[in-house]
């Protein structure tokens, strides 16, 4: 008899802190969209935006023709980075899957690519020493029972045993996998139709120290606020996913103007890390695999500023609800990081410091001492430079050693949003 949700539940929750602690201290992530879709530019949802016929869009599977182990560029670059770990579609909703798959013809080894793509993605992971995540559709445009799945009991059974199958598949041909990112549980109503309690038994069973996201209808182990670094999920881990544009997460040439810049990331980092969540930050390669040209000086310049500056965003945070006028902080137990991306000038003030005397303060980078005074109500850094002293995204990370946990009491009550 399958095993009841609520046991299932209770059974993930008890090793959920050990499995965590990596991705918990990771703090940010490659997500990688790359699929048929991207030869046609216009987002990886274009096949049914554009309502294009089955018969047509498959034609792109012989089409496509990736160089060589793109996925080397884009682990290379995600560790230049900072990032910790990468999630690949392996399978999007376009339904082609980019492994060598016994449960459907329609994948990378028998058409255009001619190879197993999710293998050289694993194999590039392990070789720049990030974590292995796979991202799974269960929305499936392609499957002949994708849709009428939902209407019909014997379609639903085909297509529920294809979907374990592939899920098998990944779970049991490349080794250790990390993270299993589920995507759209369209068109099935309930985690019970799609069997999903058996189906994420069966990953737990092959890959005992897998983390699992929230999109196969049941909580799992984290969740997935998507298009904005939403913190307001306490008391449990999350994940925001963010495409580089804010416009599509599959390669469209046109969407690079609209991409982030350095800071944009940072700030999206500093939410983040300021809140016990992670930032899964998206790239969508070109059609041969290469990284997309607008990604690449933003992520290096990211790369650059974590380099010096991760004590502030890596490992164990505490939610901190500490603010001052040129930016917010970070909080690790007593230690306070305060990220000024607005330079203060020569004085920092912060306002409504309780419970915490402050030993010492420094410049994060450098470690050269600041000199403060502290009253009751106010703690005074003084002797500031005139200009912001990073110049490597114009964010300076200044430390702050208290003797115990400080808390801001502000007579409003709470800080600019
Ligand atoms: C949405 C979109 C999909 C994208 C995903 C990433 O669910 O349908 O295209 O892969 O978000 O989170």
């Known amino acids: 008899m399958a095993k009841s949700k609520k046991k299932y539940m209770e059974a993930v929750d008890r090793t959920r802190a050990s499995r965590m602690k990596w991705w918990n201290e990771a703090r940010f992530g490659m997500f990688v969209h790359w699929g048929l879709y991207s030869q046609v530019g216009r987002q990886e949802w274009v096949m049914n935006v554009e309502s294009i016929p089955v018969k047509k869009y498959e034609k792109l599977a012989d089409t496509w023709k990736p160089k060589p182990r793109p996925m080397r560029q884009w682990a290379r670059l995600a560790k230049k980075a900072g990032m910790k770990y990468m999630v690949m579609t392996t399978k999007h909703h376009e339904g082609f899957c980019l492994w060598d798959t016994e449960q459907t013809d329609y994948n990378a080894a028998k058409h255009g690519p001619g190879r197993d793509l999710v293998r050289e993605y694993v194999d590039a992971c392990r070789e720049f020493g990030l974590k292995v995540g796979f991202y799974y559709s269960l929305m499936d445009w392609h499957h002949p029972d994708g849709a009428r799945c939902a209407k019909d009991p014997k379609a639903r059974r085909r297509f529920i045993d294809f979907t374990h199958g592939c899920v098998r598949e990944l779970m049991t041909n490349y080794g250790k996998i990390d993270i299993l990112w589920h995507d759209v549980s369209w068109p099935l109503d309930s985690p019970e139709k799609w069997e999903s309690v058996k189906m994420n038994t ?4 092959l890959q005992p120290h897998i983390i699992i996201n929230d999109r196969s209808q049941l909580d799992e182990d984290f969740s997935t606020p998507e298009g904005q670094v939403d913190p307001s999920e306490t008391g449990r881990g999350w994940e925001a996913c963010m495409t580089f544009n804010d416009v599509s997460w599959g390669y469209m040439p046109s969407a690079a103007i609209d991409s982030h810049t350095a800071r944009d990331i940072l700030k999206m980092l500093f939410t983040a890390a300021s809140n016990q969540g992670n930032l899964l930050l998206n790239i969508g390669p070109a059609p041969d695999g290469s990284v997309p040209e607008e990604a690449v000086e933003p992520l ?35 230690t306070v990081y305060f990220w000024c991306r607005c330079w203060p000038g020569d004085e920092l003030v912060v306002g409504g410091l309780r419970g915490g005397r402050l030993k010492k303060a420094s410049y994060l980078v450098s470690g050269k001492p600041i000199k403060f005074e502290q009253t009751k109500n106010r703690l005074v850094l003084k002797g500031l430079p005139k200009t912001n002293p990073d110049k490597i995204a114009g964010v300076c990370v200044i430390k702050l050693e208290f003797k115990s946990e400080p808390r ?4 409003a009550g709470c800080l600019p949003n």
């Open 202 to 205: 069966m990953v737990r069973q």
């Open 408 to 411: 801001q009491i502000l007579s």
């Open 300 to 334: 290096t310049t990211v790369g650059k500023w974590l380099h010096e500056n991760g004590e502030a965003v890596y490992g164990k945070v505490d939610r901190a609800r500490i603010g001052m006028a040129a930016g917010g902080a970070s909080r690790k137990g007593r």
